[in-house]
């Protein structure tokens, strides 16, 4: 609910987005689930993305979410074309401990992760991560990916449905950070080049089942609140309603993010496994800077 109670401050009072060369649009992506204080009306609108909804021509039994995927499409897109919105950026909290968590979809998109790296240099409170939500040739299917750079914030842990002061002001912080970036890479700003470290999505973990498809197991304690924390194999993964301690039976080490999350039960997503992995970054210019030298 940050994101949504920041849009629709903004979009009655947006100075908070001007910049001297640029002024950023604010706009709600799912106003119906806004509205009811829910994550979506008929199905996950981050999940519509796709080609295959994006192209769809049969709109008569088309979903809310899909239908508004399309106007979103051609309203900043379309994606992949001249015309697209240079940078948009998806505000999201979650429930689950993952602290501000920076969501791109390849650390070689050299943009973003200067953003990225523009935030972790200036929030000195917090210690921001970056997570890579695709693995490299998967299709991208979120809302950021219509623009030409796309960015998602995920700020928790938030109970959904409720607004928490010190959470949205982090959001606004790192929004405003993002757009003093784009500000000044339009001046002509030079950024040198770094190294960091970035969590690459392998993979998700399900709940342990019974038979008839019900959660047996739970969250282990020593697990749960981690994110970003090595799980080792053996290590306390799951605590069964029987009391039974079942352990983390991978070959490696993984770093689960997103632990215990609300919205992927339906998913049947206890956690996400991610590697570690260290990149090299190199140093960005603006093109117009370029040319004038």
């Known amino acids: 609910m940050s994101g949504i109670y920041l849009v629709k401050h903004w979009l009655k009072d947006p100075s908070d987005l001007q910049r001297e060369t640029f002024s950023a649009v604010p706009f709600l992506a799912n106003p119906i689930a806004s509205e009811r204080n829910i994550r979506y009306h008929q199905r996950d609108l981050n999940r519509c993305f796709t080609r295959d909804i994006l192209l769809a021509t049969d709109s008569q039994n088309e979903l809310y979410e899909e239908t508004r995927a399309k106007e979103i499409n051609q309203t900043f ?152 924390s090595p799980l080792h194999p053996g290590d306390p993964a799951f605590l069964s309603l029987d009391k039974k301690t079942i352990p983390y039976d991978g070959q490696h080490a993984i770093y689960p993010i997103f632990i215990n999350e609300a919205a992927y039960y339906e998913k049947k997503i206890a956690f996400i496994a991610s590697q570690k992995i260290h990149v090299s970054v190199p140093a960005i210019q603006s093109c117009r800077k370029q040319e004038n030298q």
């Open 77 to 228: 897109g379309p994606r992949g074309s001249s015309n697209a919105f240079d940078l948009m950026i998806d505000l999201h909290n979650t429930t689950s401990n993952m602290g501000v968590c920076l969501i791109l979809s390849s650390w070689k998109n050299y943009l973003e992760m200067h953003i990225c790296h523009y935030i972790q240099t200036h929030l000195t409170d917090f210690t921001p991560q970056i997570y890579l939500y695709t693995e490299p040739g998967e299709e991208l299917y979120d809302v950021a990916s219509v623009a030409k750079h796309g960015i998602c914030f995920e700020i928790g842990p938030q109970s959904p449905g409720v607004v928490r002061a010190d959470k949205m002001q982090v959001m606004r912080v790192i929004v405003q950070l993002t757009l003093d970036f784009i500000n000044r890479i339009n001046q002509g700003v030079e950024f040198p080049a770094f190294e960091t470290d970035v969590f690459q999505h392998i993979g998700n973990i399900d709940f342990p089942r019974s038979f008839n498809g019900e959660i047996s197991a739970v969250i282990h304690p020593s697990l749960q609140d981690q994110d970003f």
